[in-house]
Structures are given as structure tokens and as C-alpha cells.
């Protein structure tokens, strides 16, 4: 008999490093790759593995992931598979959740209601395919109380993770901290280290006993990777699964193992601009292993005009459906659904969400430009950055971030 799984999704998170992208929502709700919303990419990968009982912890801004969640993702009843958001209930008394592991901890009634063998817990905000039926089988088979998933990264990265440290059987956990400086490489590759993708797979009655004596604990933070998971290190009760056994349909070499934190404005950019080599280092065009999300009625991209300099076209770029480029030049873009980007315009390098107007005669380079924003006739971003800053945000890396109906001046 098939082992009783339930999903559950961490996507209460805040994401102040992405402002102004989360002013007006969660994390997971920001849009990403044209079509998409972050939490697609968790909640696709389990559906595709075929776990289909998942609940959305949500809690900070979460009226559009919560629409989103409850337009998009909808299963058969008949089946009793669901996805179904859930917000701090104040299970526990009047506050809301202090932390992921408290978040678990105020949602147990969900646990004791499906009575599963297993608990998955993964994180909403990363950007990847993974097929969680191999960790779930890794997990069983290993008979540890929790399975803690590890991508590989160079040594000198370790300061940028939280590491996963395992013994000599390269499997058991000895260690899990934060951000190391003096980390150690694993048994098999001195040089590399396991970082933490924020996924885990525990046995039920391990996830039940540890979140309950780290709520007893009031010094704890009550979160996941900081409290729970060291608790079970050290009891000798936690497993590292190599992401890199992890074998996804129709992956290729290029993007398999792909995984990114995008957690800041200029990963979220670069995770971007991974979409649209010809050969993608994240390829949504897997059929295979698709990413869900909603499809709005939409009519197909349009490009019109061709007069002169005046021509409609997009280069080494993704237009999406109800997008309309209209004499003007696109390059390196991802261009969302119902864009407009009008005649003699030129937009390089740059992300540009639903419903985002560019003028004629514009230039946009190296930006990103959150839904509706309107971009004036003349108007250029990304072109002088000192004068930027003093108007939007501008990233570490020099990229221009203009938030939802933020106004962009001439």
C-alpha cells in the first residue's frame, strides 16, 4: 500500500529584500517568468509527483496568493485531493505565526485531520523542477526522522548558505549551520559543500515530537532551518538527499539540477535572463514536467508594423499572450501578458510585468517593472542610473526597479 503523504507549503514570507516587488503582496505571489507566480513551481512540482493533498501557509499580504492559490489550483474533490490556502488561524492563542516551525506547530489539526505516514515541507519562493516522489523514496528507505534536500556549491560559497555538514557515510547529518566561514567539503569533493534548498521530508511522528518541543522552548526562533532541523542533527535523526540524483522527465543536461533562491532583486533578475538562451539554463519549455498556473482567455502576442526602422519584433526574448509590439525593437526581455510596448520604443534586457505600458520613443534597459507601470513617451530607465536612484530603486548590480503604479516621470 501506497504511503500517506501530505504536502505542506511554507509561503508566509515577507521578502523585504525584493521590495518593491512585495509592497502590495507575499513573496510567492510575485509573478515571475511572464505566466507565472513563484508558488507555481513548488506546487507544480508536487502535482506533477503526483501528491495532490497540499496546504499553502500563508500570513503576510496574502490576498493575491490566496486568489491566486484558489483560482488556479483546483482539484478533484472526488478524489479528495486539494490545494488549499490556509492563514494563521490563532490556534495556539491571539498571534500569529512567529516563525515557520510555529507555523507548523499552529497547523497541526491539518496533520491530525489527513493522519499521513509523511510530511513534506517545502519552501514557496525558489525557482526549480524537482520530482519529490525519489526524496520521499530516499526518506522511507533511509529511515530517518527527517530528509533535508542539499544542492552542491562550491566551498568559497558556503558564507551564503545554510550547510549542511554529513560524516564519513556522506548520508547522516552532523551538522547544520548557518553561513559558515569555516566549512568543511563533503567526503567525496573537498571542494564542495551541501547547501540547504529549504525542502524537507520527515516521518510524522518525528515533525509532531520536535515542533512540539521547540514550541515548549521560549528562547527557540521556531523556525525550520534553525531550530527543528539541528534538534533532529542531534539526536542523529536527520538525512541529507543529494539534489543532484534527482532525475526530472524530460530535463537536459544544461538545466538539470537547476535550483535558485530568489530571494533578492538582482537573483530574481538573473533568474530572469536564465530563461531566454537559446538554450535555457531553466527551461519551462519541458513538457514533460510542466509549471501549472493560470490561463487567462488572452488572445496570441502580436507584432505590428513595418515601415522603415518601424518594426515590430522581439529578439532573444519570451513575449507572452495578449502582449502587443507594436513598431518597436525587444531584446533579452521577458515580456508579460497584455504589454504594450509602442512604436520606436527599445527595451533590452529587462522584465516587464502584466499590464505595463512602454511609450513611444522610450528606452528601458536592464530593469524591471512591476504590473500596470506606465512608461511615459520619451521616457528612458536604465539609461542614466545615478539619476535612477534618486527616483526608483536600483539593485546592488545596477538593475532599475520600478514597484506596482509607481509613476515614471519623463
Same mark, same amino acid.
Given at each position: 500500500?501506497?504511503?500517506?503523504?501530505?504536502a505542506?507549503?511554507?509561503? /508566509?514570507?515577507?521578502?523585504?529584500?525584493?521590495?518593491?516587488?512585495?509592497?502590495?503582496?507575499?513573496?510567492?505571489?510575485?509573478?515571475?517568468?511572464?505566466? *507565472?507566480?513563484?508558488?507555481?513551481f513548488?506546487l507544480?512540482?508536487?502535482?506533477?509527483?503526483g501528491?495532490?493533498?497540499?496546504?499553502?501557509?500563508?500570513q503576510?499580504?496574502s490576498?493575491?496568493?490566496?486568489?491566486?492559490i484558489t483560482k488556479?489550483w483546483?482539484?478533484s474533490?472526488?478524489?479528495?485531493?486539494y490545494?488549499?490556502?490556509?492563514?494563521?488561524?490563532? @490556534?495556539?492563542g491571539p498571534w500569529?505565526?512567529?516563525?515557520?516551525?510555529?507555523?507548523?506547530y499552529?497547523?497541526? !489539526?491539518?496533520? *491530525?485531520?489527513?493522519q499521513p505516514? *509523511?510530511?513534506?515541507?517545502?519552501?514557496a519562493?525558489?525557482?526549480?523542477?524537482m520530482?519529490?516522489r525519489?526524496?520521499v523514496?530516499?526518506?522511507?528507505a533511509?529511515?530517518a526522522g527527517?530528509?533535508?534536500?542539499?544542492?552542491?556549491q =562550491?566551498?568559497s560559497?558556503?558564507?551564503?548558505?545554510?550547510v $549542511?555538514?554529513? /560524516?564519513?557515510?556522506?548520508r547522516? $547529518?552532523r551538522?547544520?549551520?548557518?553561513?559558515?566561514?569555516?566549512?568543511?567539503?563533503?567526503p567525496?569533493?573537498?571542494?564542495?559543500?551541501?547547501?540547504?534548498?529549504?525542502?524537507?521530508?520527515?516521518t510524522t511522528?518525528?515533525?509532531?515530537?520536535?515542533?512540539?518541543?521547540?514550541?515548549?522552548?521560549?528562547?527557540s526562533?521556531h523556525?525550520?532551518g534553525?531550530?527543528?532541523?539541528?534538534?533532529l542533527?542531534? +539526536?542523529?535523526?536527520?538525512?541529507?538527499?543529494d539534489?543532484r540524483?534527482?532525475?526530472?522527465?524530460?530535463?537536459?543536461? @544544461?538545466?538539470?539540477g537547476?535550483?535558485?533562491?530568489?530571494g533578492?532583486?538582482?537573483?530574481?533578475?538573473?533568474a530572469?535572463?536564465?530563461?531566454?538562451?537559446?538554450?535555457p539554463v531553466? !527551461?519551462l *519549455?519541458n513538457?514533460?514536467?510542466p509549471?501549472y498556473?493560470?490561463?487567462? =482567455?488572452?488572445? =496570441?502576442?502580436k507584432?505590428?508594423?513595418?515601415?522603415?526602422?518601424?518594426?515590430?519584433?522581439?529578439?532573444?526574448?519570451?513575449?507572452?499572450?495578449?502582449?502587443? #509590439?507594436?513598431?518597436?525593437?525587444?531584446?533579452?526581455?521577458?515580456?508579460?501578458?497584455k504589454?504594450?510596448v509602442h512604436?520606436?520604443?527599445?527595451?533590452d /534586457?529587462s522584465?516587464l510585468?502584466?499590464g505595463?505600458? #512602454?511609450?513611444?520613443?522610450?528606452?528601458?534597459? +536592464?530593469a524591471?517593472l512591476?504590473?500596470?507601470?506606465?512608461?511615459?513617451?520619451?521616457?528612458?530607465?536604465?539609461?542614466?542610473l545615478? @539619476?535612477d536612484?534618486?527616483?526608483?530603486?536600483?539593485?546592488? !548590480? /545596477? $538593475?532599475v526597479?520600478?514597484g506596482?503604479?509607481q509613476?515614471?516621470? =519623463?
Open positions: 500500500m501506497a504511503a500517506k503523504v501530505l505542506i507549503v511554507l509561503a /508566509g514570507g515577507e521578502g523585504k529584500r525584493l521590495m518593491p516587488l512585495t509592497t502590495d503582496r507575499a513573496k510567492p505571489a510575485v509573478p515571475f517568468g511572464g505566466m *507565472y507566480r513563484m508558488v507555481d513548488v507544480s512540482n508536487l502535482a506533477n509527483a501528491y495532490l493533498k497540499i496546504v499553502v501557509l500563508t503576510y499580504k490576498h493575491s496568493l490566496d486568489r491566486h488556479t483546483r482539484m474533490t472526488l478524489l479528495g485531493n490545494v488549499t490556502p490556509v492563514p494563521a488561524q490563532q @490556534r495556539r500569529w505565526f512567529a516563525g515557520s516551525a510555529d507555523a507548523i499552529q497547523s497541526f !489539526n491539518l496533520i *491530525y485531520d489527513e505516514d *509523511y510530511v513534506i515541507v517545502f519552501g519562493d525558489h525557482i526549480y523542477r520530482d519529490p525519489q526524496m523514496e530516499d526518506h522511507i533511509s529511515g527527517v530528509t533535508v534536500a542539499g544542492i552542491r =562550491p566551498l560559497t558556503a558564507d551564503q548558505f545554510g $549542511i555538514e554529513v /560524516g564519513e557515510d556522506g547522516r $547529518i551538522a547544520f549551520r548557518e553561513k559558515p566561514t569555516d566549512a568543511v567539503g563533503l567525496d569533493a573537498p571542494d564542495e559543500i551541501y547547501a540547504s534548498m529549504g525542502n524537507y521530508v520527515f511522528r518525528a515533525l509532531i515530537d520536535a515542533v512540539e518541543r521547540d514550541a515548549d522552548d521560549k528562547t526562533k523556525d525550520m534553525g531550530s527543528i532541523i539541528p534538534m542533527v542531534e +539526536r542523529g535523526e536527520a538525512n541529507v538527499y539534489f540524483d534527482n532525475e526530472v522527465p524530460g530535463s537536459t543536461d @544544461r538545466d538539470r537547476y535550483w535558485r533562491d530568489v533578492t532583486l538582482d537573483s530574481f533578475y538573473d530572469h535572463m536564465d530563461l531566454i538562451n537559446v538554450h531553466f !527551461n *519549455y513538457f514533460d514536467w509549471i498556473t493560470e490561463q487567462p =482567455p488572452y488572445p =496570441p502576442a507584432f505590428v508594423h513595418q515601415w522603415g526602422e518601424r518594426v515590430g519584433r522581439a529578439v532573444a526574448s519570451m513575449v507572452s499572450p495578449g502582449a502587443v #509590439i507594436s513598431g518597436s525593437l525587444v531584446e533579452n526581455s521577458i515580456v508579460s501578458p504589454v504594450k512604436s520606436w520604443a527599445h527595451v /534586457g522584465v510585468m502584466e505595463v505600458e #512602454i511609450g513611444r520613443h522610450a528606452v528601458v534597459r +536592464r524591471i512591476d504590473k500596470n507601470v506606465q512608461v511615459p513617451e520619451g521616457a528612458e530607465i536604465g539609461v542614466d545615478e @539619476r536612484r534618486q527616483r526608483y530603486t536600483v539593485s546592488d !548590480n /545596477g $538593475i526597479v520600478i506596482k503604479g509613476k515614471v516621470e =519623463p
